[in-house]
C-alpha cells in the first residue's frame, strides 16, 4: 500500500473517493466493506503511535558521561602511573625469563669460541 | 560518525538529538511497552555507537544502519525471553455491549487503548514492518533494507497486519 492510498484512506470516506481513487482502492484489493475498517485503523494507529513516550533526560546524560569518559585525554601522570601498575601474567613473565637465559646461554660460548678463533688466527699470521 | 570516532562531543549530542527519541520510541513499541526496557534499550544502542563505531558500514545509510541494529537486539531479547512471556492477550469485549459504554470520548479511547494492545500480540517481524511504516514513517525500500527482505514480503505483511487488526477491532466500526 502506498503512501497515495493511505492518505485517501485517512482522509476521506467511501463514498467521497473519486473515480480513479475507487481504481486504486480496489486495485489495493480492499472492497466497499472493509473500507471503512481500514480506515479506522490507519486513524486510529496514527493517534495510538504518537502518544509513545520520550526518552528519560537521565539516558542521555549517562551517554554524555561515556562518552567523554571514552575520549578523555590521559595525563602524563596516569601514563606513568599505568607503567608501574601494570600487570603481567606469572605465565609470561616465567617464559620471559627463560628465553633470557636460553638466549644467554646459547650466544655467550659462542662469543668466547669466536674471540678465541679470532686470537688463534692473528698469533698464525704473525708467525707466518 | 567520523567526527563521533575522533570524539566530537557536539557531533554525538547531534546524534541523540536525531535519533534518541525516534529510538526510544521504537523500542518502547516492539518491548510492549516497556518504559524502563525501552530506556536501557536505547542506552546500550548509543553505547554501542560510541564503543565500537568502527562497525558502522560507511556504505549504508546511517537511519538504516541504527534501525537494523536497534531490530537485532530487538530480536536476540524476544530469543532470551521467549515470546510467549511478553505476549498480551487482547481483552475480550462482550459482543453485546451496551451503546451508553461508549458515550463521549471513552469510545475513542478505549478503541486506542484495543489497537496499542492488539500491536503488542502481533508476531516479531510484521510489527516490525507495521512500527517502521506508521510511527517511524519510512518507505518500504528502507524497511526491507532495514529488515533485509524483499520489499514485495515488506508490502504483504503491512497489508496483512492492517487486515488482522481491522477483524480483531471490527467491533468497533459502528461506533466510531
Known sequence: MTRQIEDIIRNKSFDQLTKAELVLIYKEGINEAEYPHFRTILQGTDVVLAASPKAKPSVEENLMKAFQAKHAKPSLGSHLKSIFTHRIPVWQLSAAASVLLLVANFFLPREVQIIHCSRAAQASARSR | ?176
Open chain 2, 1 to 176: 560518525m567520523q567526527f563521533i570516532a575522533k570524539g566530537n562531543e557536539l557531533a554525538f549530542k547531534e546524534l541523540y538529538a536525531r535519533y534518541g527519541d525516534k529510538m526510544h520510541r521504537y523500542f518502547y513499541r516492539l518491548l510492549y511497552q516497556d518504559k524502563e526496557k525501552a530506556a536501557d534499550f536505547t542506552q546500550d544502542l548509543f553505547m554501542k555507537i560510541i564503543e565500537k563505531h568502527h562497525y558502522f558500514d560507511t556504505s549504508r545509510r546511517f537511519s538504516t544502519w541504527i534501525y537494523t541494529v536497534a531490530g537485532n537486539m530487538v530480536k536476540n531479547e524476544y530469543r532470551k525471553n521467549g515470546r510467549a512471556t511478553f505476549t498480551n492477550k487482547i481483552p475480550d469485549i462482550p459482543e453485546q455491549m451496551p451503546y451508553s459504554f461508549f458515550e463521549a470520548n471513552q469510545d475513542r479511547a478505549l478503541f486506542n487503548h484495543q489497537l496499542s494492545n492488539a500491536l503488542d500480540t502481533l508476531g516479531e517481524v510484521p510489527k516490525q514492518c507495521f512500527i517502521l511504516r506508521y510511527q517511524e514513517e519510512k518507505s518500504i525500500k528502507e524497511i526491507s533494507e532495514i529488515l533485509n527482505c524483499p520489499e514485495g514480503t515488506v508490502k504483504s505483511r503491512i497489508y496483512y497486519t492492517l487486515r488482522k487488526l481491522a477483524k480483531q477491532l471490527r467491533l468497533f466500526q459502528p461506533i466510531l
